[in-house]
């Protein structure tokens, strides 16, 4: 079940920085609309587009690296990344205002996502969990303590009940890193650190874990073509459940590059790597291919039936596809 806290938001940092060739440095996340582009990444670098080819960067209130970015509308976005930081823009992603930043917490945001243009999410490191009920206004915390270890279960209870104050130091660190979140019509799934896979059917509240079928870190969860779930992760580890299904089956991946995201497209779910590496899996056989600079790709999106990767050294179109 879970458990709520406040945080205020801090001082504003500085601002982002205006650098040279903003499309060219390192970016984490990227999203698409029909008609909009948006990928975000180091030093608070967020950079729009309308036609996949030329760039415009936007005015960001941090310098944090920012690790994930999702829109919602025609106008609304948001991003999270490092101390915690949340921003949201509501022309476009052109302007950027500050929603958290909480950089005492030491903690980065690695994804972010949104019901509506009120009711959103961010995840990230050590359990790391807040909701907005009110487009990201204010932030709520929640603690799952459905993922915490049975042994340690009653410890916190007493713990809870006896010190308060030795309570919120303790469940700062308790938890696995969080490290994606897919909402598909009102069912959550989580992914994360030590074979982390579970789901929600109440938008959150409480999470039933998937036994463990990898131990190792998965890094990106989504739904393919066909209405399957698919999570990656660590050294080319990959795995899907069909609807019917209450197990994960293993595909055979092979190289063994860790996976960073899953992008579903018509035909086929293709997969991106840290090396360059896309597999494109179309039910029946893996085919691989990679990028000649072998740099890593974080993220992908699909616009004007093109591909476009954020890798850690810049934006890369590839390919077209149905």
Known sequence: MAAFSSFEVLSAPPVSLQVAKPHTTLFADIDSTDNRVVAVGKFGTIVTSADGHTWQQAEVPVQSLLTAV???????????????????????????????????QGKPCLD??????????????????????????TWQSQFISDFVHPDDKEYL?????????????????I??????????????????????VAKSEDNGMSWKKFEEFYPGSFFSVNETADGQIMVAGLRGNVFIKSP?????????????????TILPSQDSSLLFANSGLIHSFDGNQVISEQLPSGHAILSATIFNNKVI??????????????
């Open 244 to 260: 019917n299904s209450i197990d994960f089956a293993e595909i055979e991946i092979p190289q063994t590059a860790t996976i960073n």
């Open 70 to 104: 999702t829109i919602k509308s025609d106008k609304s976005a948001w991003a999270c990344g490092h101390d915690a930081t949340i921003v949201h823009s509501s022309d476009n992603g052109k302007t950027w205002q500050l929603q958290q930043h909480l950089p005492e």
């Open 175 to 196: 938890l696995p890193h969080f490290n994606r979140l897919l909402i598909k019509d009102n069912v959550f799934y989580l992914v994360g650190e030590m074979g982390l």
């Open 112 to 137: 972010i996502e949104f019901i509506d243009d009120n009711t959103g999410f961010a995840i990230g490191a050590y359990g790391m969990f807040y909701k907005t009920s009110n487009g990201g206004q």
């Open 309 to 322: 990767m954020a890798t850690e050294k810049g934006l890369i179109t590839w390919g077209d596809i149905k």
């Open 157 to 173: 209870k007493e713990l809870k009940q006896d010190d308060p104050e030795a309570y919120q130091d303790e469940i700062k660190f």
